[in-house]
Nanobody
Framework: QVHLVESGGGLVQPGGSLRLSCAAT????????MAWYRQAPGKQRELVAA???????NYADSVKGRFTISRDNAKNTVYLQMGSLEPEDTAVYYC???????????????WGKGTLVTVSS
């Protein structure tokens, strides 16, 4: 009954900015970590940015200096602020979360349905 709901995708021009949001809802104890992945047509899904259990951030080399991941723990929400967007950033972006639903066990992975980001003039 845990769901991740993404929002904020759309069409943006090269050099523009976009902010993605992902909110976790349902029955769980707490969120251990959250991350953003993306998948372009014909490509493997890749990690874009991750916010770890220690609230440190990791980024793919291709987005370092351009994207910023952040979390609002009170809202169970993770954001991805994307700037200096390029056509190569075009992909479906997926929210991922490691969520503890039972304190006896490790966190489990959950995925959102994805939101499409298109960078084009």
């Amino acid at each position: 009954q845990v769901h991740l709901v993404e929002s904020g995708g759309g069409l943006v021009q090269p050099g523009g900015s976009l902010r993605l949001s992902c909110a976790a809802t349902g029955d769980f104890d707490y969120i251990d970590a959250m991350a953003w992945y993306r998948q372009a047509p014909g490509k493997q899904r890749e990690l874009v940015a991750a916010s770890t259990s220690e609230d440190t951030a990791n980024y793919a080399d291709s987005v370092k200096g351009r994207f910023t991941i952040s979390r609002d723990n009170a809202k169970n929400t993770v954001y991805l602020q994307m700037g200096s967007l390029e056509p190569e950033d075009t992909a479906v972006y997926y929210c991922n979360a490691k969520i503890v639903t039972d304190l006896r066990y490790d966190a489990m992975d959950f995925w959102g349905k994805g939101t499409l980001v298109t960078v084009s003039s």
